[in-house]
């Protein structure tokens, strides 16, 4: 009976030690992997930047079909639009705004289990009731349409604010 136990147990353990080991060995060989999409954020000549390839983005700026989003519209005042959509990224589970102008918002959401970040940005073109939208994940070639329906969500929740 023990050996049949050792026997089930040790390779249980190997294959313990082997994933913790490759899960450090990564964090301190690519500790900034998460942060390679940050280069293209933020507002450029008024648009928000495009998508890459990847299915893994939506925007409402010059977007092919792929990845086109519309843009949400808006009656209220833009400043108070503006706020209302702070307060409600600040429900937005796993979410956190790390950066704000007059005119343009960035978050960051992590997935639940594995804590992939994606960012979301939104962007107040002046003359115009739109914000402009982007989220786009940081890794990976697909997020199974995660970064879309968190967007449409936001925009369900704007409007039952009647913003």
Known sequence: ??????AFVQPLLWNITFVLF???????????????????LGVDSGHLSSCPASDN???SQNADPKHA????TYHLDRNQVRETLL????????????????????????S??????????F???PNES???????????????????RRVEQIRLALRDLNI
């Open 87 to 110: 307060k409600v990224l600040t429900v937005v589970p796993r979410t956190e705004v790390v950066e704000q102008t007059d005119n343009y918002i960035h978050a960051l959401s992590k």
């Open 130 to 148: 739109v914000i402009h939208l982007r989220s786009a994940s940081r890794v990976g070639d697909s997020d199974f349409g995660v970064n879309r």
């Open 123 to 125: 962007y107040f073109p």
């Open 57 to 59: 983005c939506v925007v």
């Open 69 to 72: 989003i519309d843009p949400i």
């Open 112 to 121: 639940r289990i594995f804590k992939f970040v994606d960012d979301v940005e």
């Open 1 to 6: 009976m023990f050996r049949l136990l050792k």
């Open 22 to 40: 490759l899960t450090l060995a990564g964090s301190l060989i690519l500790p900034n992997a998460s942060w390679a999409g940050y280069s293209t």
